[in-house]
């Protein structure tokens, strides 16, 4: 069987650490071919979706004492050039490419729709991921989350820091870190909020500060609705914003309540991998795009949740095909 990779251009993926690459050495392992492609390459031919495609063979890699694995240089190895009707080549599509959800990511959505009306698995599903913004979707659930403002208004930020003490605030379109700042009450706030929010042209999630993140931010792997794993991640010494995972996580009533109350909405939209990031039993983003953080914890744990995520991926398409071979 082949397997369909949406990415970014593989020479800007981190061999040894980003969450693709795992999925890509989880799928190789299983037996599958991985066949990767960008936005650029998919194209409609008399309404059928194709793509100029490359498949490619991932080199060993081993563990190391910590987060990253031991890769070579150059990770994976060009064996193949192909175009491919994508109903008809692959059983199964990863939409991989990192946020944000630009004009980009909404084409390549729009395209791989066309996927998806044929019949083939995309995960996640396109139209989920245009749904369900991975910084917004938490707000349907205010109950579970900390206090939080979503404003472009320098003033409101101000008056909400003024209020709590102490406030993380980051872009709406954000993502790794980018442009997430620590507001203290005082007289700098004023300057950042009309920073952050480009003098209120830019809407920004401002949220409460929860000192409990110095014991640690979890991260749960959800799959399918169902937490399969768990890390925990913290700040480091000099840099408020989340690290690298350090530990296992143990999920907690509170993680199980948060997961149970969102699962009805990932299903619905058919995002079947979402990385949910949870603090002292609040709840704070759910990533949908390019969920991540797998690949490392399987190099620090000696954990397999990569190729977990693949065997359910693959035992779907199998019942699919299987219903669709009796029908």
Sequence with gaps: MRTLFVTDALDTLHGDIDATVGLMAAAQAEGLEVWVCGPEDLTVVDGRLCTRTRRVELRARTRTDGHRWRIEPRWYDEVELAVLDVASAFGVVLLRIDPPVDARYLHTTYLLDLAVAAGVRVANDPAGVRALHEKIVALHLPELCPRTLVTTSATEVESFVAELGRAVVKPVDGFAGTDVWLLERGSAVRALAESATRAGTRHVIVQEYLPSVTEGNKRLFVLDGEITGAVLRRPSANDFRIGPPVAAARPDDADHRI????????????????GVDVIAGRLIEVNVTCPGGMHKADALLGTDYSGRIVRRLLAHQRVSTTEGSLS
């Design 259 to 274: 997961v149970a109350t969102l699962a009805p909405l990932l299903t619905a939209h058919g995002i079947s991998l979402a």
